[in-house]
């Protein structure tokens, strides 16, 4: 068993971190760490909050035994040399630091943006562009860790990017016009989403998530060549808002193609594509990575993100665009917080141990 | 004062319409009618659901005095000679057959598509299209009626429409592409949006609503040219979505133009155009017929619809696009029942009457 | 195997007999019905909205396999003389036609309150009053039928009738007060409650509830003796109220017992009767029947609806209450599609197979 | 015109200040102040959110425009000797000492529970218990101040005392069993309730909520002999809960009389009591004090919330009730962020204002 730390395990994608690595075959969590203010406290008391009493404990899955009463130490305890791996979900300012001292030691896959726009660190997606992990051995030794940072992409991109990787590769897609509707659950716990802002609402922005997904997608789906990541020459432009959902991102999609294309063809590819995936076989990876449903009504987020466990992006209302030249559009749902965060990021893990990185 | 009666009564867009009619200064509503089952009941009862209990009245003001003990009548009992307008908001099939009716003696303003697509049928929206007012006449003409048929757009069509209007005018946009998400009350009321659907959900599809938009859009923004509506050469192409919101539809647009164009000139292009639309003084008509709001978590569906009673369209986002080659982007609200609905339909109603159409 | 029917099938609580009886190691259901309007339609088509296409299963399970494909019947198709056991969730005023119709020649268990309250008719919850049972062989003999109709409580009776068990029996509990916030699916899908009416509100009404309650609750913990049941002598008021809750009737509730009780002493009263509650060792019966919380926040419907599959009644904020000579007062939360209806008549059908009544 | 500061006002209760005192004819707000961290802002600067970029305003009315450029001072700039008044919404244990200090100098009509418990510190509900204010001459005299502190109930009790006031009078209620259904608006904006608690949710709990209700009730109820407040003897019990529901709490109540009375005499009660209750003519009074709806779907908090902008107390579904020997029970709504708060302080303002005490 690879011995691993979580490093903000008291906040949302912290828990989830907890809940995907419950009974893991091949990853054992010896030590979880969070900010100074839940140090010393066992976990299910760090999630409590003060003022309310509420536990704040928001998955469907009740609180693995496993954690309940381990105790939530200060990051400073954390001895890296310990681990094999660190799955790191700070979001603070304070994340670049965490994740630098820990990388010097030892391998680190993290959730937050700190290193992901830098050139010689991949955004990997299991499936989506496994080459780009020869970067992790330009910036190993580039930096002189013995470890490195793994980041996942923006919980936003994840889906856009998994749905235009047969569309860049079959049909030379060059234009993507994105409008996401994202759930609560992604804008964390603490406090997260007040009630009294979302209730009968939609707030149409979400500060820097936009430049995030433009800048993401384009890396993610680009081309790893002579060391370096040469970005997809596509254009993204897209408009993010927030809307009263637990759980789970909608985007609404436009794309345009290099050549002509019908849905039918599209969903073959899609399908095709999702059959081939190389994630099969990892613990955590679901049946169907990428689901095309023929029910106009679907993607539904409610319905859609009990599907493998919040895995499988899933994609409805395929059909001709009438704007572009050659177009595709299409409406897509992504688990903000499973695929498209800390279960994503254990998947990520068992393909590096597969691979032989951790 | 003018006499009117209003058809379909008991539904959403027709309790608009009382309330919209309430204390007017020009119309007066002397009948009210709608389907048989409610017919020959007092207004407050025929909007009572039998099963429930629940008075299935959802707007925020209270029920206006003059129409409480008000008889519903049959749609059969109403004698159109004895009428100068009737509004109408039946939705069902038969809405047709009752507006061909009435039609033939007098002005029918109708919130249905039963009519919109006729080639001697205007789409009107005031401040929008108001040339367009001569292809009334050629109906008549056409059709042998004393009255005629004036259809309102579709809800979701309505804020676009009038977004574009000063950037077809002024930059010659031409491609749009466009996602909306809509509130429930645009779904109606019997049975309307079933709460088990919607809570903490998004049903990605309203069946016909696209092709709506679609034609109406471009046909709206067309030239009225030798008694015909040649229609806008634009591109339009959306995806429409339901979204657990009360009232007002958001829609997210990105807007190629001819040339290039910055957000500060398009606002400045939108605040002019608001300035100076031919809606003022109308006893309906905003203060603001177009607002550009620069605070950037602007619109908000449940502040934005408060803005004069529901009249206002809302811009935020002003941003450029990054896809088109000369590109915009921006969010809009639009109130759905306010705007998009009955009150625009008795703004219509101004407008023809002070232009002596009525 | 025993062959079963289920009657009602495409309402909420048909859903979830269908739910609940998928891979049953006991009974195999061999034909399903409903009203003509859905007759000879394949289940999956027959539970689509035609209007808005919207798929009408709210289960959080996918729709399983063996049913998807299966026809469903007009009710005349069946032929009780085929079955073992009829499960009917018909709500309408057809509902004890029905039931008479099948009884006569086969065990019926159902959902509606058509038979509830007649003298030779028990209200059984396994568990509760399993002695009851004996009225069953009364109302056949009564009768002349080889079947029998064995319905279920109310969905809001079921939960205060399992915790008023050990209450009751422990400490003489003679006056109930309670006020219920129930939950959307009580209300049913067809049209079930309208969006527009429970968004960020609360309806205090609900017709006839209130009368259920404390009819159906002295029935149930009453004692059956010669031949009769004699209701308990407990008084019972209360107030049922619908709040924008999907799953789940949270209960608060003040009892008035015959000798003072202390929190502490109920708590193991309460988890004594579970530990030995008789439906141990059935295929639906949950772990745990009752569980009292000691956290002060719950039961909360979001998350307890899941303990179990929604078969275990969930007791919180036991405490003594000051109005009362001897009072303790709590908040409950019982799963109203699960243990308080389609799942609990399962355990009923389980109860009374083990029995020798089917 | 009276000048008045407003210290807390970037809270939710603050908020609620800002508006009740927009064009108030007697009072003029000269100086805000709030925390430290928004000290030197501008109000609008103020009160929106650094991380989302949401404006923390949450009321459906615009933001006054006098208060949009004032700064906010500190508390410490605050001199009591500029001032006629002081409205006090501070929330946090410093609410005590910064009372105390003004309270030397000047009047303070708070919502805070600091002083709520004093024996010589009345709790005032305008129309309810106005010959309490004696008390507040005795306040003076014990603690040597030329101020005083007249703090407003829990939001919570306001309906409950208000409803109580003729049963108590008329019927010598003396059992009263009550179970809240709060909005989220109760607590508070920052952070306020978060969206991932509530949403499709019910929360058992709020800390204190039910002490304070029991205690104050009595308080409220009770008589002033002696120069002392004798509480009434009225027995309280009651459990409070979070709903998600914006505005307005609905509460259940069950009550003992000592007398039996039917629903119609307590209705004609309720009706008699507001129709010559002390308040009229002060400029935030309701037109209507509490209101008795034969409606039994009544009251609905998204509808009543609106009456008389949130000032009336709403009754509903009168009816007996079948526990105690002599009981009725109903459904009020009270608006907790209108009479139950801030504007309730200010009703309290203007009838001390006419009685000479400010």
């Given at each position: 068993?690879?011995?691993v730390a979580i490093i903000g395990v008291t906040g949302a994608v912290g828990q989830e971190f907890v809940l995907s690595l419950n009974?893991h075959?091949?990853f054992?969590v010896?030590?979880i ?34 954690v ?18 660190i799955f790191s979900s ?19 896959i993290?959730t ?225 917080e499973?695929?498209?965060s800390a279960k994503?990021a254990v998947?990520?893990a ?9």
């Amino acid at each position: 068993m690879k011995r691993v730390a979580i490093i903000g395990v008291t906040g949302a994608v912290g828990q989830e971190f907890v809940l995907s690595l419950n009974k893991h075959p091949w990853f054992e969590v010896k030590q979880i760490a969070a900010s100074e203010r839940s140090a010393k406290k066992k976990f299910v008391d760090a999630i409590r909050d003060p003022n309310s009493g509420i536990l704040k404990w928001h998955l469907r899955e009740p609180i693995p035994e496993y954690v309940k009463n381990m105790t939530v130490d200060a990051v400073d305890d954390i001895n890296p040399e310990n681990f094999d791996l660190i799955f790191s979900s700070v979001e603070s300012e304070a994340a670049r630091d965490i994740e630098t001292k820990f990388a010097k030691y030892v391998p680190v896959i993290s959730t937050s943006a700190a290193y992901r726009y830098e050139a010689d660190v991949p955004i990997l997606i299991p499936g989506i562009n496994d080459d780009h992990i020869g970067l992790l051995d330009i910036q190993r030794k580039n930096r002189g860790w013995k470890g490195f940072v793994a980041p996942l992409p923006n919980c936003t991109t994840t889906g856009l990017a998994i749905t235009m990787r047969p569309l860049l590769d079959q049909f030379g897609a060059q234009k993507i016009i994105m409008t996401s509707m994202q759930a609560m659950s992604g804008a964390g716990r603490s406090p997260g989403v007040s009630a009294l802002d979302i209730t009968d609402n939609i707030i149409p922005f979400i500060p820097k998530e936009e430049d995030k997904v433009r800048l993401e997608t384009g890396k993610i789906l680009g081309k790893f060549i002579d060391g370096k990541i040469d970005p997809a020459k596509m254009k993204v432009s897209c408009t993010c808002t927030r809307v009263p959902v637990l759980d789970g991102h909608t985007e609404t999609v436009f794309v345009e193609t290099a050549t002509h294309v019908d849905p039918e063809t599209v969903k073959k590819a899609m399908q095709d594509f999702s059959n081939n995936v190389s994630t099969m076989g990892l613990p955590s990876a679901p049946k169907e990575y990428l689901m095309v449903n023929d029910d106009p009504t679907r993607p539904q987020p409610r319905l859609d993100r009990e599907i493998n466990e919040g895995m499988t992006t899933v994609v409805g209302r395929l059909r001709e665009d009438t704007v572009f030249d050659n177009g595709i559009k299409y409406v897509l749902f992504s688990h903000n917080e499973k695929m498209g965060s800390a279960k994503g990021a254990v998947l990520l893990a068992e393909m590096l141990y597969k691979k032989g990185y951790i």
